[in-house]
Every structure is written in C-alpha cells, then in structure tokens.
C-alpha cells in the first residue's frame, strides 16, 4: 500500500472523472482547480481512521492562518468504496466531527471550500491510481486497508505533496500549501510566501518540512563574500583618499 513518491509527484490528474457530493450535484475535480486543494481518499462506512483523519485535518486548518478555506485553497474528501453514495457522504461529514466540538472549522467554512463526494461510473479504482492510493478489502478484518494520506495537488492539478495522517500540523499544512501554490506564488507580491516557500524544504526520509540548510548557507556565503569586497573596495579608496591628501604636502616641503 506504500505510495511510490517519486513515481507520482509532479503527475497531473486526468480531471475528467464525475463525482457526486454530499447534495447530489456532480462536478469534476477539473471545476475545484484554479487554487491548492487537499485530496483525501477516505470510505464512508469507516468507524476508524477516515473519520479520524478528516477530523483531524479539519481541527488543523482551522489553525491555519496564512491561508482561507474556499478563498485560497479546497479540500475534497472522495470515497473509494464503490458501495458508498451521496447519503453516505453527507452521513460521513457529520461523523467525522468536521465542526463539532469547536475545534474544527465552521459550518460556513465547510461550505465554502470542502465537498465530501463519491466517484461516478465506477472509476475509482482509475481516480485513487492518479495519485498512487492503493487499497483493498480484508476479509479479516472486515474493513478496507490503505494510507492514511493527505493529497496537495497545485492549481494545475498536479500532485505535489504528500503528508501522512501522523505528522498532521497546522505549519506543515501551510507549508504545503504553499508548495502547492508556488507558481501562483511566484507570480505575484506575495513576498513572504515566496520566502517562506524557497527558505523552507520537504524532507522524505523523515516526512516533514525543514530548513532549507544548503540554500541559507548559500545565500549566506554570497552575502558574507559580497560583504568582503564592499569592505576591501572601501578600504582600498580611503587608503588611495590618504595617499592623495598627503602628496601635495610632501612636494611643498621639496620646493621649499
């Protein structure tokens, strides 16, 4: 069930799958792009992690600040079990305490920009392949098994990041974002996201966001070796200054 990172990030969805939401209305993924939206794939008869998986990543953007729900960013939670329907959708939202508690977002918040949906026409199997979401049925266990992964796909829609269920907090979420969002980013005043974005990096092997510790020592070594030939160019004109004070003193003294 382990996605295949490197095989997927960077992959476009096809955008043309139907999904149905929670009020019956079908929709594309195609029609959420234009901003970062936040796929979860989650299946609706669950009674463990997928509802504790979206109640957590609704408790953490509500703790996200830099960006808007619905103004800067979606989030689509898809079932990948074929038995699941728009009831079950709208059942799974109040379930999964999305907005109880106080601790998750608002009810507004939810409606603006997050669609609890199943896949039409049965393509799911197709639709959770785009992003490399594997799972299947244990008969064992009587519940499906699979990643409990968060999806950041770009505008474009485009995979560009994946955050496991464990490592879930409101700056890792940002940060995500903004690596989702980097080439709207980049093309705007956004000063302090496009610092945020260069001066920070994903680590795979330990699955969180760090210091970008090659970049900061590079931009450092560029401003420490600037700074050097500004102070050798200043040093150099004050001491051709003093030489060119001292000279017509000295050619007095010889004539007199």
Not at 223 to 229: E, F, N, Q
Request: charged share 20%; net charge neutral.
């Amino acid at each position: 069930m382990q996605i295949d990172e490197p095989s997927f990030l960077g992959n476009r969805m096809i955008g043309g799958t139907v999904l149905t939401d929670g009020e019956g209305k079908d929709f594309q993924i195609a029609d959420l792009l234009g901003k970062p939206v936040i796929l979860l794939l989650s299946y609706y008869g669950c009674d463990g992690t997928c509802p504790t998986m979206n109640a957590e990543l609704a408790k953490v953007l509500a703790k996200v600040t830099r960006f808007s729900l619905g103004k800067d960013y979606r989030v689509l939670t898809v079932s990948f079990d074929k038995r699941d329907s728009p009831a079950t959708a709208r059942e799974f939202l109040v379930k999964s305490g999305a907005m109880a508690g106080g601790e998750g977002l608002s009810p507004d918040a939810v409606k603006a920009g997050w669609r609890h949906a199943v896949v039409k026409s049965g393509e799911v199997e197709r639709f959770a392949g785009e992003v490399g979401f594997r799972f299947f049925w244990s008969d064992a266990a009587k519940a499906f098994l699979h990643p409990n992964v968060v999806v950041f796909l770009t505008p474009e829609g485009r995979v560009a990041r994946y955050i496991y269920g464990t490592r879930m907090d409101a700056r890792t979420v940002e940060l995500a974002i903004t690596d989702a969002d980097w080439e709207r980013i980049s093309n705007s005043t956004a000063v302090f996201d496009m610092l945020t974005g260069a001066c920070f990096s994903y680590n795979y092997a330990e699955g969180r966001y760090q210091l970008n510790y090659s970049l900061l020592a590079g931009v450092g070594s560029l401003i420490m070796g600037l700074s050097l030939m500004l102070l050798g160019a200043w040093a150099y004109r004050r001491r051709m200054a003093r030489r060119g004070t001292g000279m017509p003193g000295n050619e007095g003294e010889t004539h007199a």
